[in-house]
């Protein structure tokens, strides 16, 4: 199921010459983090939206294959089409997928640099015991 | 009950936590702090008991993952049922919403006790509310946005609103003290200055022999007959999520709840009050953003995270405006698009601010406790007058960011360009009245357990006390009958305190 999330992020942000992409962004790390760490919903919508992004080449591109297995040309203009789906269901899925990508990416200090904000301690992720 | 304890998530292998108290208050943001720390201050014995965990401040997250892990209720994943699935935002953490929010402090309008009275029976709140707010707002140091942490966000958004004229347009009075624009608003003020409960009213509250249970979601109000006695639930941990053992915190006098809009509802269903208007005339302040291109870069998250707002357009045609900062992580979802394209709009991040609208809508929902799990079901959708008025925010937020000098706007509305110019803003005329078109939230939440006269239209009286019921007040945004128009903290917090007034003069 990683490997799944992990290959449509990465289609979904692709490193640019202006900025990195997700696969930059110790994406790999980051959903184990987020598998372990979120509502267990949070995570399924995820990976829901991530198989839909996988499966749905045929309808916007018109391929028969999965995204995984498109040329990156074919593949980022499945990504740009899905995303704006007419569908609304298909678009939250997708924007699901986007957040919890985006929550990677943009917090990742290769990012932050690019637009002059400082790096970020990481989360202390403590509170009071006692 | 050991006096001004805290007592933190215990395991299933620790022995079980009964205590009493004169007074439980379930909730520990601003209601539930501010009617706690007012009983324990007339020197009642009193519990807060908050589902959340403690977190002080060098435990806040700095990311926006963070933020929802740590701070936000079920990770921010709770959204309405209705036409379009839009968050219901809230906070799960000792101090509440408040830890969270950006502290905006606005009295409540004049017009509203009005309302109240003409439309709900409710009278005498008035200059009780008003006296209570004016206290905290000397208690917890209220401030004009200081000049040097504005922001040119905030500085653009006051240009904007001034050139087009409008009546008001000011620097946001808020609960902080000397704020640092380091606009991290959202996942904590780490520096202090965001005046939020679990810095003040909490720990006051322990320092007055009171006890504080953490991460401890209460899942029933005790009860003999229709008395309150108390609450019970089982601790649940704050990163595992794992069960504990169960908590009983019995109340001699009163149990305060205080556990929000959705939240308060569920748990009187779940405790057996039944009411023929409990759950419903939920009401909110859905809006949106809208994002203006800026030659110069605008570095939003510089600044205040929330610095400007107007409330020209309360009445008519219904909308507050405000500004507010997102960081990269919520930008790069917030956008449309996906691939190249998507970070070709990513990379002028530096160079865009957004400004929101929050529309005071009379469209009314219902909240309701699940068959299963503990998340509140939420249904609610706009009407169409109220997407009119949604439009309209969205038109007068576009003119503000022309009038600022934005080169382009940014709608973010599905179906409609990505960039609009100043001559296609005509184009809003049109927009769709689809909430599905539109990426929003709810940020503001009244109304499930509302308050009136008459106990088959409302849940609670005057003074909060749930009808039918004896020792059983709440507390919160749940009892607001109708739809403020302004951001709700300051008005939960005069109506907190009158009502633990009332309960201690009997």
Redesign the interface.
């Known amino acids: 199921m990683i490997w799944l999330v992990h290959s449509a992020i990465v289609?979904?942000?692709?490193?640019?010459a202006?900025?990195p992409?997700a696969a930059d962004c110790d994406l790999e790390a980051f959903l184990l983090r987020?598998r372990r760490?979120?509502?267990p919903?949070?995570w399924l919508?995820v990976v829901l939206g991530a198989v839909l992004f996988h499966l749905t080449p045929v309808f916007t591109v018109r391929v028969p294959l999965p995204a995984f297995m498109l040329p990156p040309d074919v593949?980022?203009?499945?990504?740009?089409r899905?995303?704006?789906s007419?569908i609304?269901l298909v678009?939250?899925s997708?924007?699901l997928v986007?957040?919890a990508?985006?929550?990677?990416?943009?917090?990742h200090p290769d990012?932050?640099a690019r637009?002059?904000?400082p790096a970020?301690?990481?989360?202390?992720?403590?509170?009071?015991?006692? | 009950m050991i006096r001004g304890a805290?007592v933190?998530?215990r395991g299933k292998d620790e022995r079980d936590l009964d205590a009493e108290v004169d007074y439980v208050v379930v909730g520990s943001g601003a209601g539930g702090a501010t009617a706690a720390v007012t009983l324990a201050r007339g020197g009642a014995e009193v519990a807060i008991v908050e589902a959340g965990?403690?977190?002080?401040p060098?435990?806040?997250?700095?990311?926006?993952?963070?933020g929802?892990?740590?701070l936000m209720d079920?990770?921010g994943?709770q959204v309405t049922r209705g036409r379009?699935?839009w968050p219901v935002v809230q906070a799960r953490t000792?101090g509440g919403t408040t830890v969270i929010n950006s502290a905006i402090c606005v009295r409540t309008p004049d017009d509203i006790f009005e309302q109240w009275e003409r439309d709900h029976g409710i009278s005498g709140l008035r200059s009780r509310v008003l006296a209570a707010e004016d206290r905290v707002e000397r208690e917890l140091t209220v401030e004009e946005v200081p000049a040097s942490s504005r922001g040119r966000s905030n500085l653009l958004a006051k240009q904007g609103a001034d050139a087009l004229g409008w009546t008001d347009s000011h620097y946001m009075r808020r609960y902080t003290e000397e704020c640092l624009g380091r606009g991290q608003c959202l996942q904590g003020c780490r520096d202090r200055r965001k005046q939020s409960t679990n810095l003040n009213y909490v720990p006051e509250t322990q320092d007055r022999g009171g006890l504080v249970v953490?991460?401890a979601p209460v899942e029933r109000i005790l009860s003999e007959g229709t008395r309150a006695v108390g609450v019970t639930g089982r601790f649940v941990h704050?990163?595992t999520?794992a069960q504990g053992t169960r908590f009983v915190v019995r109340a001699r006098k009163a149990v305060v709840v205080a556990a929000s809009a959705t939240h308060s509802p569920v748990l009187l269903f779940r405790s057996g009050v039944a009411s023929p208007a409990l759950g419903n005339y939920f009401r909110a302040h859905p809006g949106t953003g809208i994002f203006g291109c800026y030659d110069e870069?605008v570095?939003m998250?510089v600044g205040a995270t929330q610095g400007w707002a107007s409330v020209a357009f309360r009445k008519n045609p219904g909308l507050k405006l405000e500004t507010l900062a997102i960081?990269?992580?919520?930008?790069?979802?917030r956008f449309?698009?996906?691939?190249?394209?998507?970070?070709?709009r990513?990379?002028d991040?530096?160079h865009i601010a957004m400004w929101c609208h929050a529309v005071r809508a009379e469209s009314t929902g219902t909240v309701r406790a699940p068959f299963f799990g503990s998340r509140p079901v939420v249904r609610y959708e706009l009407d169409g007058r109220d997407m009119l008025t949604f439009r309209e925010g969205m038109k007068l937020l576009a003119r503000q960011h022309f009038a600022a000098g934005a080169n382009a706007i940014l709608p973010g509305i599905?179906?409609m360009p990505f960039k609009l110019g100043k001559d296609d803003l005509g184009l809003l005329d049109d927009a769709p009245l689809d909430p599905?078109r539109y990426?929003a939230i709810l940020s503001h939440l009244f109304g499930g357990c509302v308050m009136g006269k008459d106990p088959r239209t409302s849940v609670v009286d005057a003074r909060g006390r749930v009808h039918g019921w004896t020792g059983l007040v709440v507390a919160d945004a749940s009892v607001i009958p109708t739809n403020l128009g302004v951001n709700p903290q300051h008005t939960i917090m005069g109506l907190a305190a009158t009502f633990a007034a009332d309960l201690l003069g009997g």
Not at chain 2, 327 to 333: C, I
């Open positions: 289609i979904l942000y692709p490193r640019t202006a900025l992409g987020f760490e979120a509502a919903l949070v919508g593949a980022d203009r499945h990504a740009s899905i995303s704006g007419r609304y678009r939250q997708i924007f986007k957040l990508a985006g929550l990677a990416w943009g917090a990012v932050r637009f002059a904000l970020l301690a990481p989360d202390p992720g403590t509170w009071r015991q006692h | 805290h933190a998530f965990a403690w977190r002080d060098e435990d806040y997250p700095l990311s926006s993952y963070g929802m892990r740590d079920d990770w994943a379009a699935l000792v953490s991460s704050p990163t999520r870069p570095d998250n960081p990269p992580e919520l930008v790069a979802s449309a698009g996906g691939g190249r394209e998507l970070m070709e990513l990379a991040y530096r599905a179906g599905q990426i």
